[in-house]
């Protein structure tokens, strides 16, 4: 996504950058997935994650 909010990891700060000014650090994302009621994986990604 070209112009979606980011959040560095290091000193939590908001960027719309791929790399912090502040600490040179790369950025996440802070946006969730997209949800699909007709995911064919989901089964598996909850069973995955309540292990």
Known sequence: ??????KCSKCKKYTLKDICKECDEKTNGVHPAKFSPDDKYLRYRIAEKNK
């Open 1 to 6: 996504m070209r112009f979606q909010l980011k």
